[in-house]
């Protein structure tokens, strides 16, 4: 039977609706299984079953000291959505070697658990998102939970790990030499201090500061520099962009926060203040393109989602509000970067999660 749209006028397809009701109920699972990720991942079950290959529900609840019951149904969860593969016969349950590396490989660009807990601490947060899009405010970012802050560094340091040393810092002219010959560093927006410390382990010679306005994260990343034995190359301090002191860098990092902050433009003229006249600023933003259709794919899906309920709530609770969005894309940071005083801009590095731009006064 046809069925019109009361408001629209058009004929809706029965077929076009029950296809993507049960789109929807796929979309309702895999929210769900973000929790369910998380739930694994801090109780050990992956590591356990990567570490004891195909388990019995009752076995993967006894070795890692939980209740049986729900170990049953966070199997069969994983197995209905192909996390781990279930073997009738025998009634075990098996984690893949591909999903092995994804869920315990801290050391692999391939590692989730971070991506999960960053997703599932944002999604806590919902109400208050949506307060302040009803207010017109926003939302900073050390309002939000733990799972955000923290899963913020273990989704983007394994990537860091990956490809900072030996792809992102050799690919802008001359900073490796600077740094092996003993160069100054300012890190803006440091979090938990995960690429300033890499960049140190690198470079003994180097000296660096680590900057984030958000006080708990600079504590922990001075934690971080001692158990690394960095701590007497890195100075954190907890400030904004625009009011770090000093001059006469070599080099300014900007990780994965330009695009969260109030006024990158403010930020890119404090910056270039920051810098000596050969100076560099790397500036790793998320991976993007500069027309919004160019990111309608699997990231920048996430990363729309992330920019909806985090990041740009964050922009906008501070001055200016610029609110540039998770997918910016090279142009808009270009316009941001000239304006700030800078002449020359080149994206020199891609990954699927990140863009490297080298900006030059």
């Known amino acids: ?24 109920v796929e979309e309702v699972g895999s929210a769900l299984n973000g929790a369910l990720v998380v739930m694994g991942d801090q109780l050990g079950y992956y590591r356990d079953l990567a570490e004891h290959g195909p388990s019995t529900p009752e076995e ?16 069969n969860c994983q197995a209905a959505g192909s996390y781990v593969e279930y073997d009738a016969g025998t009634g ?24 999960f807990q960053i997703a599932h601490g944002t999604i806590r947060d919902t109400p208050s998102i949506v307060a302040a899009a009803r207010q017109g405010s926003g ?9 955000v802050h923290v899963g913020c560094e273990r989704f983007f340091a394994p990537s860091y790990q990956a490809h900072l040393i030996g792809e992102w810092l050799p690919a802008c002219e001359g900073v490796t ?33 680590g900057s984030d306005y958000h006080h708990a994260s600079i ?32 080099l300014v990092t900007t990780f994965d926060c330009l695009h969260d902050m109030g006024d990158p433009v403010g930020a890119a003229r404090h910056i270039r203040g920051l810098l000596k006249d050969d100076g560099t600023w790397m500036i790793v933003e998320p991976a993007a393109g500069d027309e ?14 992330f920019s909806t309920l985090l990041c740009t709530p964050t922009s906008l609770a501070q001055d200016v509000g610029l609110a540039l969005g ?19 801009f080149d994206l020199v590095a891609q990954t699927p999660f990140n863009n490297v731009f080298e900006v030059r006064p």
């Open 139 to 147: 939302v900073g970012w050390h309002e939000h939970n733990a799972d």
């Open 177 to 209: 030499e600077k740094l092996a010959d003993g160069a100054r560093v300012a890190d803006v927006g440091c979090g938990h201090g995960a690429s300033t410390i890499l960049m140190a382990q690198a470079f003994p010679e180097a000296h660096f500061v």
């Open 1 to 24: 039977m046809t069925q019109t749209h009361p408001t629209t006028g058009r004929e809706v397809d029965p077929d076009k609706l029950m296809s993507f009701v049960f789109r929807a």
């Open 219 to 250: 504590a922990t990343a001075r934690e971080r520099a001692e158990e690394a034995g960095v701590s007497d190359q890195i100075d954190f301090i907890a400030e904004a962009a625009q009011v770090i002191d000093g001059e006469g860098f070599d």
């Open 92 to 115: 075990r349950y098996l984690l893949p070697p591909e999903q092995a590396v994804a869920f315990t490989d801290t050391n692999s660009p391939a590692y989730l658990p971070g991506l």
């Open 292 to 305: 919004v259709q160019d990111n309608f794919n699997p990231v920048g899906r996430a990363y729309y989602g």
């Open 326 to 344: 998770t997918q910016a894309g090279p142009a808009r940071i270009k316009e941001v970067v000239m304006e700030g005083g800078f002449s020359r």
């Open 60 to 75: 993967l609840a006894s070795r890692t000291g939980t209740e049986e019951h729900y170990a049953r149904e966070w199997l």
